[in-house]
Structures are given as structure tokens and as C-alpha cells.
């Protein structure tokens, strides 16, 4: 029989991992249909790229971008000012034993992809991915 491997590593468990994406989906879903009380939450198209969940999983750190990347403060203030409302929904429809406390954070990972695919399209770049030596 072979014995359970406990998570010691550097990365998160699965068990991390597999709340993280409930709760992102979750999340994704209660914003879209607009379940919040707030018409100003419910007017911003707010993408959750990413849920990251702490060991414990007590707390959830939400990445996110609203469509086009506008008005960002806006909406990470309206995401915490419903953080209480949130919580419920998401632990309502998850069943889960303990609401995780929510943070928002800007997803970033856009800007970085945005900034990859820029370097690439440079010409001095391309050349050297194409083998070219022109030293």
C-alpha cells in the first residue's frame, strides 16, 4: 500500500488548487447574472482571472480585470465594499464548511502577455528566434 504523500513543496496542493478554481468559477458566475446588490458592481464586466488560496484556505486572494482594463480602482472598490455579500454567495452555492476571506487584487498576467507578445514582434528578437546571425 502506498503511503499518502502530505504537501510540503514550494507550489500550492491540489486541494488549493481545486477550491481556488470552484471559488473562481463560482465567483465568475454570481458576478455575471448580476446577484450582487449593487448597480454599480453590476455594470462592470469583471473578468476573475485566478483564485489563490491560502493553506488554510481562509483566505482567497482574487485576481481580476475589468473588460478593457478600465477603471480597475473602481472595481477592485466595489468588489471589496460587496466582499461581505460575496462571501455568502459564493459559500451559499459552494456549501462550503468556511466562507475564505476575499481579497482583489489587478490581474496583471494581461499586461505581462501584452508586453511577452510586444518583445517577441521586435525585429532583433525575431531574428534570433529564427536561428539568424547577424553579428
Not at 463560482?26 to 454599480?40: A, C
Not at 486572494?61 to 455568502?88: D, H, M, S, Y
Not at 494581461?110 to 511577452?116: I, R
Amino acid at each position: 500500500m502506498a503511503k499518502k504523500k502530505s504537501h510540503d513543496g514550494p507550489g500550492p496542493s491540489q486541494r488549493q488548487l481545486r477550491v481556488g478554481e470552484l471559488i473562481r468559477r463560482t465567483l465568475s458566475d454570481v458576478l455575471i447574472h448580476g446577484d450582487v446588490h449593487d448597480t454599480e458592481l453590476n455594470a462592470m464586466s469583471i473578468t476573475v482571472g485566478e483564485v489563490r488560496m491560502s493553506p488554510d484556505l481562509k483566505i482567497a486572494t482574487v485576481f481580476v480585470l475589468p473588460l478593457g482594463g478600465n477603471k480597475r480602482p473602481e472595481a477592485i472598490q466595489a468588489l471589496a465594499r460587496n466582499k461581505g455579500e460575496l462571501r455568502r454567495l459564493i459559500t451559499k452555492q459552494m456549501n462550503l464548511k468556511y466562507a475564505p476571506d476575499l481579497r482583489f487584487l489587478i490581474d496583471e498576467s494581461f499586461d505581462k502577455m501584452d508586453e511577452t507578445r510586444a518583445l517577441l514582434q521586435q525585429d532583433k528578437v525575431r531574428r534570433d528566434l529564427s536561428g539568424g546571425n547577424d553579428d
